[in-house]
């Protein structure tokens, strides 16, 4: 399953980079908004470390206004998805970006018949949300299982996203029902790196390496 960081802080992007387990990076407009810098210098500069899949949203809500935006932003970088919201306006946008060879990321998707839509248009990859379906008492996971199953019934080629992921143990549901892809924030990513017993194991096999003789 590929890794991605769920910001627009180059820092954070930078660090995960340099570790070596980042696959992408997915942005929305609340992101950039937190970082007070101006959206194409960001874009740029994440494209410029190497990340192979930059996700940058569009933020016009009607066809022809999302299509314009998504041609621009495409021109940024070769490694730029669009990200394009799931409404109608969202789902026609969709279909002529990707006949034209636009990869599109649907966004802001709830249910598995959103998910069958994106697929239908040729969406690149489809974002279900489900940190926030679980806060509202509904099964975000299940939503993923369903798309999973869905995609595989009829082969769509559709990368399902997982998004709004909140803690590791959505990472971990997400490899096990087979999405291809989640995108967490910096202090879950953390979290898959560490482990309190590799960090006491550690201190105890230096402490311990200091009684062998030496020389
Ligand atoms: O980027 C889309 C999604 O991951 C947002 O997550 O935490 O705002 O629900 P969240």
Known sequence: ??????????????????????????????????EGRKF?????????????????????????????????LREIHRSIYVKVPMTAAGLKATKVLAQEGTRVNMTLVFSANQ?????????????PFIGRLDDQGQDGMGLIRDIVQIYRNYSYPTKVLVA?????????????????????????MEKLVQHPLTDLGLARFLKDWEKVPKG
């Not at 569009?58 to 041609?71: F, P």
């Not at 087979?178 to 879950?188: C, E, H, L, R």
């Open 115 to 127: 998910a069958l839509l994106a697929a239908k248009v040729g969406a690149a990859y489809v974002s």
């Open 164 to 188: 709004s992921v909140r803690h590791p143990i959505h990472v971990l549901d997400a490899a096990k029902a087979g999405a291809d892809i989640a995108t967490m924030p910096f202090a879950v």
């Open 40 to 72: 194409d210098d960001v874009l740029r500069e994440v494209c410029g470390l190497g990340v192979p899949s930059v996700s940058a949203e569009v933020v016009a809500t009607d066809t022809d206004g999302m299509l314009t935006e998504g041609r621009r």
């Open 1 to 34: 399953m590929q890794l991605f960081l769920d910001t627009a802080s180059v820092a954070e992007i930078r660090t995960m980079w340099e570790v070596g387990i980042l696959d992408g990076v997915t942005t929305n407009p609340s992101l950039v908004a937190k």
